[in-house]
């Protein structure tokens, strides 16, 4: 059976920011436009939960539409989220994998292969750079000074439009919304990429209960192939 290939830089952006978008939190539906000064202070409300409940759980039902494919590439499992760098990815299905990240390192298990992709982190890599960058939209942290940022009060909740202001964000994605329900979990994402791929992740049984650090380790099974893409 062939291995799978490396993932590619604009792979790993898109899958970094599936697994970030997942601390805010919202479907897109009538909305109540929200002043510049109700979504400074919803920001505020969502940075406090974070600071006070870092742990974020939930499962996903994920499309992604590939400008080059007629029909979406559906994908689901179970994401963990620690803020503001630890995570676990598990996608089920016929091409199951394990994703897994304690800060310092990314790993990124194929068991119907018996591979595995190794990433350092904090060595100024692609990764660290798409990481880097999510990281601030996703986090909220001076978010204003790389993004215009809308938002709108919804039947279940609020909506967020995320327009990029910086070169750097706009290589990464065109145009980002959230929703979020009224505990500010995530419910629904849409990106879409200056290529024309669009990402459309649903998040259902949410979770801000505490996960144990184990979820954050990963350990090699045995007999497990071992590449570094990009040489560290």
Excluded at 42 to 51: D, P, Q
Excluded at 101 to 110: P, V
Excluded at 162 to 175: C, G, N
Aim: net charge positive.
């Amino acid at each position: 059976m062939k291995a799978p290939s490396p993932i590619s830089k604009q792979s790993m952006r898109k899958f970094l920011i599936a697994i970030f978008i997942l601390e805010l939190g919202v479907a897109l539906a009538p909305a109540q436009q929200l002043s510049s000064e109700e979504v400074k202070a919803l920001l505020g409300r969502i940075r406090e939960k974070r600071v006070s409940q870092p742990d974020v759980q939930a499962d996903f039902q994920e499309d992604r539409t590939m400008h080059l494919m007629n029909k979406p590439l559906p994908s689901s499992g179970h994401l963990w989220f620690e803020a503001p760098n630890k995570f676990r990815r598990e996608v089920k299905g016929n091409s199951p994998s394990v994703t897994v990240s304690d800060g310092k390192q990314l790993w990124i298990y194929y068991s119907n292969f018996k591979s595995a992709e190794h990433y350092s982190l904090g060595r100024h890599s692609p990764v660290d750079a798409a990481l880097a960058a999510v990281n601030t939209a996703l986090n909220l942290e001076n978010a204003e000074n790389s993004f215009q940022i809308t938002g709108s009060q919804i039947a279940k909740g609020y909506q967020l439009q995320l327009q990029p202001r910086t070169s750097s964000m706009k290589r990464i994605f065109q145009k980002f919304e959230l929703q979020l329900n009224d505990d500010l979990l995530v419910t629904r994402t849409e990106m879409l990429q200056p290529n024309g791929d669009r990402i459309v992740t649903n998040y259902s049984n949410q979770s801000r209960a505490p996960i144990a650090a184990s979820i954050f380790e990963f350990t090699l099974p045995p007999g497990t192939e071992v590449t570094t893409p990009l040489g560290r």
